[in-house]
């Protein structure tokens, strides 16, 4: 196969200390913006995608070629991430420390839409995130913020396809709901 068709999985799998660069560079935003919807905080969040690629990049490392070549490389990195974030929502939960204001659910670099936004409303919405129960939260988060198929959400938290395709719904349902109460 030609360099220029090859998947960034072959790529690794041909040369991972060439190739994981481009990794951290098409991934950490989208994993970033995740883990920030997640965990609410846009400190975790950070640490969160650096412990996200620094865990990929020593699993890879230890991997044959062929194995690498053939991961689902979204599914396989949220697979990290969302488990990362599960540890830090727990953790949060024996110990918060933050409040509603702390939370911070934008993007590290606002592009126009976001700064179209109604901050209120961004405001709201994460605090109506925050408050859907985990399962709920992170379902919603990589089917509609990262936009993973079912399939590899289910992979990513451990979960069958049909439990997360339910609990996606039942969170969508609980924000919709919750919003309409607050009139946005």
């Known amino acids: 196969m030609h360099d220029h068709a090859a998947t960034l999985q072959e790529r690794l799998a041909a040369d991972l200390d060439g190739w994981f660069p481009e990794l951290i560079r ?3 935003d989208a ?3 995740g883990a920030l919807r997640m965990v609410g905080n846009r400190q975790d969040a950070e640490d969160i995608t650096q412990e996200t690629l620094v865990r990929a990049y020593r699993a890879l490392s230890g991997y044959p070629p ?3 070549a053939s991961l689902r490389l979204e599914g396989w990195l949220w697979t990290i991430a969302a488990n990362l974030c ?3 929502h727990r953790g949060r939960m024996r110990s918060p420390t ?3 204001g702390d939370r911070d659910l934008g993007s590290p670099e606002p592009g126009p839409e976001r700064l179209a936004l109604d901050v209120a409303g961004q405001e709201l919405l994460a605090a109506h995130l925050a408050a859907l129960p985990w399962a709920m939260r992170s379902a919603v988060v ?3 913020v990262v936009g ?3 399939s590899e959400i289910a992979e990513a938290l451990g979960r069958p396809v049909g439990t997360v395709k339910a609990d996606v719904h039942r969170g969508l349902d609980r924000l919709r709901s919750g919003l309409v109460e607050e009139e946005i």
């Open 98 to 100: 933050e409040s509603i």
């Open 26 to 28: 098409s991934r950490q």
């Open 148 to 150: 993973l198929p079912y």
């Open 31 to 33: 994993l970033f913006g």
């Open 66 to 68: 062929e194995r690498i």
């Open 86 to 88: 599960r540890n830090r």
């Open 142 to 144: 990589l089917r509609h």
